[in-house]
Every structure is written in C-alpha cells, then in structure tokens.
C-alpha cells in the first residue's frame, strides 16, 4: 500500500469514529438527559356553564306510612285486605280468633258478680253489727241504773254482799257485749272496704278483657293504600314488649317523600325549599322534581362517615313513584353561565420547589406577601407519587394524588403557565368562583379564555427515575410538551 491510500484510509476512520462518537452522544442525550426531564401536562382555559350540585342517593316512600300491629296474641283467623287494597279510616283489615277473649271476659264478669255479692254480705253484718251495738247501748244503761239501785239499798243494808256482785257483774257484761258489737262494726266495715277494693280490681280487669277482645278486630287507623302484609290465615302473632305488624298503610300516595343521606360536608349548603331533580331505575331518562322540606337534625354514622337525611317532597299524581323505589337526586346549589373554568387538576398542582425557588416566582409577579402569608398552600406537602394507568401509552403521568378540592368559591390560589423563555414556571393568581367536582369557575385574574395552564407532569417509565431534586423550572427544566 502506498503512502496516498494509507492517509485516504486514515481519514475515513478518522470520519467513521467521530460518527459513532456523535451517534452515542446523541443517544445518551435522548435516552439519560431527555428522561431526566419530565414534560408538562397542560389544559387550556375555556369557557362554559358550571352547575354546582350536591348528589346522593335516596329511598322512595310515603310521607306518612303506619305499621299496623296487633296488641293481643292470638291466631288470625281472617283476613279482609291484602296488598295494594285501598282501606278507609275504621275499615275491618283482620279478626283474631275470639275464644279465648270471650272466655275470658266470661270469667272477669263471674268475678265481678262475686264481688258484688261479697260487698253486699258486708252491708249486711255492718247493719247487723250497728244494730248490736244499739242493743247493746240499752241493755248497758238498764244495767247501769240497775246498779245504781243496788248500790244505795247495799249501803243502807238492806241487800246482802251476793245482790250487790250480781248486780256489779250483770253491768260488766252489759259493757262488754256493747265492746264487742262496736268490734263487729268495725271488722264488717274493714271487709267491706276490702271487698269494695276487689270489686273495682275485678271491674278493671273485666274492662281489660273486654279491650282485649275488641283488639281482636283490628282495623285500619288511617285511610290508604296497604303497602305490606305481613300475616298469613291461620298464624299466630305474640304480642310481647313490641307489637307484630300486620299491614303497612301508606296515607295518600299521590304525595310521596324521598329520604336521602347527605354528607356532612354538603349538607351546609343545602336549604328548605330547595330544588331537587332525581330519576328512578324503573323510568330512566324520566327526571322528577321536588323540593327540600326538611333537613333532619339527627345524623347517622356508618364506617365513620356521617350523613344527614334531607327530606325531598315529590307530588305523585300518577301513582309513577312507587315505596322503597332507589332515587339518584342531585340538588342544585348554584350554577355559572358562560365563564372562565379550569379542570380541578390544575387547583391540585405544586411544583416541586424549595421555598427559595418559590419566593423568586412569586417575587417575578410582585406577590412576596401573597407567597409569605400562603406558603403552607402553596408548597406540596409530599413528593407527587408516580403512578401508570390503561391507555396511558409509553408514558408515566406524575400528577398530585386525587383528592377533594380543599378550596372554595373565594379563594385565591396560584396556577401555574409557562413563562416567555419557553422554560420557567410562573404563578398567575387567580380568584376561584363556583365547581361542579371536575372543572372550577374563574370569577378573577389574569388568564384568558385558551390560555393554556400546567395540571401535570409525565416521564418515560422505560428510563431512569428522574431527579425531582432538580426543580421544574430553575436549571432542571422539564421539557414543553406543545
């Protein structure tokens, strides 16, 4: 080989080498540095209606339904209504079987005779012992003068000492016997009171047995519609500390009621009086309307999370709405026409700066104080968790974890557009108004309607984890996804 071929030779892998060299640099640019660079995820602005609207769902029923039950025990012996009967006030619903009631007021009747019979054999002895006693009274002052006679003739010695005892004696039983007929009274009078007291019990209990046979019958107390029937012919029901039902009579279904379970954290702003649209299974796409009468005070709580029963009164004429229907309701607390709005994923991005690199973006727009009295706001209080969904293609979206908005209608937070240089990140403030849980009204600030603002990041899971140490925006800037 001659000289001239050997530096041709030279030159060409001269050439090859720094080809391969800028091919690998190239490389390692695009598969280390370009995956070390997260891309912006970005929304635009736009403009529409926003409704914000409280849903929850609720059970269908009548606004006053009675359980009908039964007081006494006993076996049903017939029955005169079934479901979906139409019963008035009064109306014979069922009959127990009556024996065992009509025994029993038989013999709550023979103890009430007895018992009068008693109380009028102690009137008797009390008048007999009251005529004793008189008697009695009589024969003692016969005696008593007697004695007296005795007595003086005794002292002029003209009757022997066994004239004057007998005389002493005769006057001691007389007094005596007039004891013991005022004993009698007041034993006849004691019996009699005695009696008096059995009498009434047994006067009671016969009133009780009689109650308990009319209980048998049982009859409706309202005029209605019989929702449920609970007995069959021949069952028998025990009444013990709670009575069984029997039928459940719903009053006037053409007014219903929807009984629906709001979280605490809505149920301020629902009123009485409010609107409220829902839609049943067994008519879709039929929504109904009705109003909030009542929000009830008392809550119920299950696995910790509290909820409240807002009443929704709905007419009914056509009998549509049926009890225990499941209704979907969303009650309207406010709505927005025609305004700015943004997706709520934009309320929940936080660049992952040091309150440094923060101060000086706050600083560029002159809003050191709105920075220094929101920092807690403002900062992300953890690193944003990587995650990969479906249909995400060959990328990994890194956005703040879902969550609910912890603004309301008033605040004023930062977001976040892409500064002139194409590189930095720039606070905008804005004031939010209304939300309908997916996009938030912009009642103030400095964007525009298309103006597009970052909800996001996103890298290559196929490279390296990126090094979030390196802030978006100050030296570590993500590249512009366009």
Same mark, same amino acid.
């Given at each position: 080989?001659?000289?001239k071929?050997?530096?041709r030779?030279?030159?060409?892998?001269?050439v090859l080498?720094i080809?391969i060299g800028?091919g690998?640099?190239?490389t390692?640019?695009?598969f280390?540095?370009?995956a070390?660079?997260?891309?912006?995820?970005f929304?635009?602005?736009?403009?529409g209606?926003?409704?914000s609207?409280?849903?929850?769902?609720?059970?269908?029923?009548?606004?006053?339904?009675?359980?009908?039950?039964?007081?006494?025990?006993?076996? +049903?012996?017939?029955?005169?209504?079934?479901?979906n009967?139409?019963?008035?006030?009064?109306?014979l619903?069922?009959?127990l079987?009556?024996?065992?009631?009509?025994?029993?007021?038989d013999q709550q009747?023979?103890?009430?005779?007895t018992?009068?019979?008693?109380l009028?054999?102690d009137?008797?002895?009390i008048?007999?012992a009251?005529?004793? +006693?008189?008697?009695?009274?009589v024969?003692?002052?016969?005696?008593?003068h007697?004695?007296?006679r005795?007595k003086?003739l005794?002292?002029?010695s003209?009757?022997?000492?066994?004239d004057?005892d007998?005389?002493q004696a005769?006057?001691?039983a007389?007094?005596?016997?007039?004891?013991?007929?005022?004993?009698e009274?007041?034993?006849?009078?004691?019996?009699?009171?005695?009696?008096?007291?059995?009498?009434?019990?047994?006067?009671a209990?016969?009133?009780?047995?009689?109650?308990?046979?009319e209980?048998?019958?049982?009859t409706?107390?309202?005029?209605?519609?019989?929702?449920?029937?609970?007995?069959?012919?021949?069952?028998?029901?025990?009444a013990?500390?709670a009575a069984?039902?029997?039928f459940?009579?719903?009053?006037?279904?053409t007014?219903?009621q929807?009984?629906?379970? +709001?979280?605490?954290a809505?149920v301020?702003?629902l009123?009485?009086?409010?609107?409220?649209t829902?839609?049943?299974d067994a008519?879709?796409?039929?929504?109904?309307?009705?109003t909030?009468?009542?929000?009830?005070?008392?809550s119920?709580?299950?696995?910790?999370v509290?909820?409240?029963?807002a009443?929704?009164s709905v007419?009914?004429?056509?009998?549509q709405?049926?009890p225990?229907m499941t209704?979907?309701?969303k009650?309207? +607390?406010?709505k927005?026409d025609?305004?700015?709005?943004?997706?709520n $994923?934009?309320?929940?991005f936080?660049?992952?700066?040091s309150?440094a690199?923060?101060?000086?973006a706050?600083?560029r727009?002159?809003e050191?104080?709105?920075?220094n009295?929101?920092?807690?706001?403002?900062k992300?209080?953890a690193?944003?968790?990587q995650?990969?969904?479906p249909?995400?293609?060959?990328?990994?979206r890194?956005v703040?974890?879902a969550?609910?908005?912890?603004?309301?209608?008033?605040?004023?937070?930062?977001?976040?557009?892409?500064?002139?240089?194409?590189?930095?990140?720039?606070?905008v403030?804005?004031k939010?108004?209304?939300?309908?849980?997916m996009?938030?009204?912009?009642?103030e600030?400095?964007?525009?309607?298309?103006e597009?603002?970052?909800i996001?990041?996103?890298?290559?899971?196929?490279r390296?984890?990126?090094n979030l $140490?390196?802030a978006?925006?100050?030296?570590?800037?993500?590249m512009i996804?366009r």
């Amino acid at each position: 080989m001659d000289k001239k071929q050997w530096y041709r030779y030279r030159y060409l892998w001269l050439v090859l080498l720094i080809t391969i060299g800028l091919g690998g640099f190239g490389t390692w640019q695009h598969f280390i540095v370009k995956a070390d660079k997260a891309t912006y995820i970005f929304s635009s602005v736009d403009r529409g209606d926003i409704v914000s609207q409280v849903v929850a769902q609720g059970t269908i029923s009548p606004v006053i339904s009675v359980d009908v039950g039964s007081q006494v025990s006993g076996t +049903i012996s017939e029955l005169y209504a079934d479901f979906n009967t139409e019963v008035r006030k009064g109306q014979l619903l069922a009959k127990l079987q009556p024996d065992l009631f009509q025994a029993d007021v038989d013999q709550q009747e023979a103890n009430v005779r007895t018992a009068e019979a008693n109380l009028y054999d102690d009137a008797a002895a009390i008048a007999t012992a009251k005529a004793d +006693i008189e008697k009695a009274k009589v024969d003692t002052l016969h005696q008593q003068h007697s004695f007296a006679r005795q007595k003086e003739l005794f002292g002029d010695s003209l009757i022997s000492q066994d004239d004057f005892d007998t005389a002493q004696a005769a006057l001691d039983a007389a007094v005596a016997t007039q004891k013991a007929a005022e004993a009698e009274t007041d034993s006849a009078t004691a019996r009699y009171k005695e009696d008096q007291a059995r009498l009434a019990q047994a006067r009671a209990a016969l009133e009780t047995s009689k109650l308990n046979l009319e209980h048998s019958i049982i009859t409706s107390p309202i005029s209605g519609t019989v929702i449920n029937r609970a007995v069959d012919r021949g069952q028998t029901v025990a009444a013990g500390f709670a009575a069984p039902v029997l039928f459940t009579i719903g009053q006037d279904l053409t007014r219903m009621q929807v009984n629906t379970n +709001i979280d605490e954290a809505s149920v301020g702003s629902l009123k009485a009086g409010m609107q409220a649209t829902f839609l049943v299974d067994a008519y879709p796409g039929q929504p109904f309307v009705g109003t909030i009468s009542q929000i009830r005070l008392n809550s119920t709580t299950v696995n910790n999370v509290v909820t409240y029963d807002a009443v929704i009164s709905v007419a009914n004429p056509d009998l549509q709405l049926e009890p225990g229907m499941t209704a979907n309701v969303k009650i309207q +607390i406010a709505k927005a026409d025609n305004v700015l709005r943004i997706v709520n $994923s934009a309320l929940r991005f936080k660049p992952n700066f040091s309150d440094a690199q923060f101060e000086e973006a706050f600083s560029r727009i002159g809003e050191e104080k709105f920075w220094n009295q929101n920092k807690d706001l403002i900062k992300p209080q953890a690193p944003p968790a990587q995650t990969t969904g479906p249909g995400a293609g060959p990328q990994t979206r890194i956005v703040t974890k879902a969550a609910k908005n912890p603004y309301t209608a008033g605040s004023l937070i930062p977001l976040w557009v892409v500064g002139t240089d194409s590189k930095s990140l720039v606070p905008v403030i804005v004031k939010l108004g209304i939300t309908d849980g997916m996009t938030t009204q912009i009642a103030e600030g400095g964007l525009k309607q298309g103006e597009r603002i970052v909800i996001g990041l996103e890298f290559d899971p196929n490279r390296p984890a990126p090094n979030l $140490s390196r802030a978006p925006g100050f030296g570590g800037f993500p590249m512009i996804r366009r």
